[in-house]
């Protein structure tokens, strides 16, 4: 059986703390992982399926395609666009 990954990119100009609290009113839970390149990126990972990478002004998505993951990547590059939008987390 074969699996399809999934990457997509989209600007993102805004800090991984605020990307972080968006993400964290969708998914409830979020985990930062380890970055084992020497770059200064970030990596967040969402419902234990979606990656999140925040590397020079761009947040790339990755994800294994099925149904259930295509919809999680959905909601997170929506956050990631309203984020870029609208900066200032309402509270």
Do not use: C, H
Not at 12 to 37: C, R, V
Not at 70 to 79: F, L, S
């Amino acid at each position: 059986m074969s699996t399809v990954s999934q990457k997509m990119s989209v600007m993102f100009s805004g800090t991984p703390s605020l990307l972080a609290y968006y993400l964290n009113q969708l998914a409830g839970d979020i985990e930062y992982l380890s970055n084992t390149s020497s770059s200064s990126s970030v990596i967040i990972q969402v419902f234990g399926s979606v990656t999140i990478t925040l590397d020079s002004g761009v947040a790339y998505i990755e994800w294994t395609a099925n149904p259930v993951t295509d919809m999680y990547a959905d909601a997170v590059i929506a956050v990631i666009l309203r984020a870029e939008q609208d900066p200032i987390p309402m509270k």
